[in-house]
């Protein structure tokens, strides 16, 4: 089992910025991918970005060029910088890993707002 514990939201105007944080817990040897999802009302929750035990990224088309995604295996977290925040980024982001057999694991959520 992996417990994640998410942080940084908030509210910022257009143009600002934010860095959510996750630490995780528990079986983190078992860990692979630590990512970010966002998920609006309604809606399926989808990939904002993702990074691999060992470096690999992807990226969601909408965020490249202004998220960062990192990662610090000694301290168990991963990181999302937030640059360049548009209002259509307002949504409730979920912390999200997953281990070298697919289990999933994810955070409470954190709400993001960014407003015109």
């Known amino acids: 089992q992996v417990q994640l514990v998410e942080s940084g939201g908030g509210l910022v105007q257009a143009g600002g910025s934010l860095r959510l944080s996750c630490a995780a817990s528990?079986?983190?040897?078992?860990?692979?991918?630590m990512g970010w999802y966002r998920q609006a009302p309604g809606k399926q929750r989808e990939l904002v970005a993702r990074?691999?035990?060992?470096?690999?990224?992807d990226y969601a088309d909408s965020v490249k060029g202004r998220f960062t995604i990192s990662r610090d295996n000694a301290k168990n977290t991963v990181y999302l910088q937030m640059n360049s925040l548009k209002p259509e980024d307002t949504d409730s982001y979920y912390c999200?890993?997953?281990?070298?057999?697919?289990?999933?694991?994810w955070g409470q959520g954190t709400q993001v707002t960014v407003s015109s």
């Open positions: 999200g890993v997953y281990d070298w057999g697919g289990n999933a694991y």
């Open positions: 990074i691999a035990r060992y470096g690999r990224t």
């Open positions: 528990g079986s983190i040897f078992s860990i692979n991918y």
